[in-house]
């Protein structure tokens, strides 16, 4: 099982990334995926998850509103939109894949982990 995540890097306030995460080694399509983030010295924060098929997706109250989380499961990827970035978003960001679309916010149970991408936000 792998998942990679690309796309981190340091960008100014305000400005737009966008997370890619590639999946191989399991059944991509039956699985809800997430988006997780820690900053240092910070526990792991729930960002984003979307259920297998798209239809169900929750955000963070910290990022409603300028995140995007999409999949595409042909292609065995979950994507992460972020616009209007703030300083206070600098993390590293992981994919997580859960067997499960419920509990959404429960991240110690997801079953796959990436292993990070840095996103700094700073002038």
């Known amino acids: ?9 340091l960008v100014q306030p305000g400005g737009s990334l966008r ?3 590639a999946a191989s080694g399991f059944t991509f399509s039956t699985y809800a995926m997430s988006w ?3 900053a240092p010295g910070k526990e792991r924060e729930f960002v984003a998850k979307i259920s297998r098929a798209g239809v169900s997706i929750d955000y963070a109250a910290s990022v409603k509103g300028r ?10 990827t979950v994507y ?10 600098t993390a590293v960001y992981y994919c997580a894949a859960d067997t499960q679309y419920y509990p959404i916010y429960k991240v110690g149970s997801y079953e796959y ?3 990070g991408t840095q996103v700094t936000v700073s002038s």
């Open 1 to 9: 099982v792998q998942l990679v995540e690309s796309g981190g890097g």
């Open 67 to 76: 995140v995007t989380i999409s999949r595409d499961n042909a292609k065995s």
């Open 113 to 115: 982990w990436g292993q």
């Open 36 to 38: 997780v983030r820690q």
């Open 19 to 21: 997370l890619s995460c």
């Open 80 to 89: 992460l939109q972020m616009n209007s970035l703030k300083p206070e978003d």
